[in-house]
């Protein structure tokens, strides 16, 4: 089963408005990752946060980590059409030689509408 | 600066025909290399990894099989290809060397199984 499952699985906005998708998962982990997918196209990743971090920015993305409720949110502010795209928490398990293994949600398609 | 290559970008196959798909990384040495399958534009499932030349770790039984004939090169096969082997391919690397490090995936690979 899949460790990471986001929320909502499907969020519909109007460019210049926030959006706010969150992800949880269940067992602990090294570090949390957020990437993105445009339709038909690979995977490319948007940004990494450790366990030991709460917050972490990068550009118009802010994204929180609650270990203690092992729960993640990405917000993508004043959005535009062009993150018209799916969205992907992925997690680093702990434990074990991970190798590098990422675990994967069933994402959060966003809809940004011009 | 490194680049992934992933062929064919889509590929038509009837049941019980063999199947190879080809990812080479340019780049960077000695990389982790990964094969997934997302079903339905959804979730990733991770298929296979490797830290090494000849090294090849499965992480669900299956039809396929992957192999890793060069330091950069990873080629995923199957001897006879079943209908539930349709699916979106995509092949990624990345250079954990002990600490946190994002995936970089290929374009992905369109397989239907007819």
């Known amino acids: 089963s899949q460790q990471g499952e986001e929320d909502p699985q499907a969020l519909s906005i109007q460019e210049g408005e926030n959006a706010t998708m969150n992800c949880s998962y269940k067992?602990?982990?090294?570090?949390l990752q957020w990437y993105r997918q445009n339709s038909g196209r690979g995977l490319v990743h948007l940004i990494l946060i450790r366990s030991n971090e709460r917050e972490k920015h990068s550009g118009r993305l802010r994204v929180t980590l609650d270990t203690s409720k092992k729960s993640s949110s990405l917000l993508i502010t004043a959005s535009r059409a062009a993150d018209t795209a799916s969205y992907f928490c992925a997690t680093d398990n702990a434990g074990g030689t991970s190798y590098g293994k990422l675990t994967f949600g069933q994402g959060t398609i966003l809809t940004v509408h011009p | 600066s490194q680049t992934i290559h992933q062929w064919p970008a889509t590929l038509v196959q009837p049941v019980g025909s063999p199947l190879s798909l080809e990812c080479t990384v340019e780049g960077t040495s000695n990389p982790n290399l990964y094969w997934y399958r997302q079903a339905a534009g959804r979730g990733l499932q991770l298929l296979f990894y490797s830290v090494g030349i000849g090294q090849i770790s499965s992480e669900v039984p299956q039809n396929l099989s992957a192999s890793r004939p060069q330091d950069r090169q990873f080629i995923l096969s199957s001897k006879k290809l079943l209908l539930s082997d349709s699916g979106f391919y995509l092949c990624?690397?990345?250079?954990?060397?002990?600490?946190?490090?994002?995936?970089?995936f290929g374009n992905g690979t369109r397989l239907t199984v007819t």
């Open positions: 990624a690397w990345s250079v954990l060397r002990g600490a946190a490090s994002p995936l970089h």
């Open positions: 067992t602990s982990i090294n570090n």
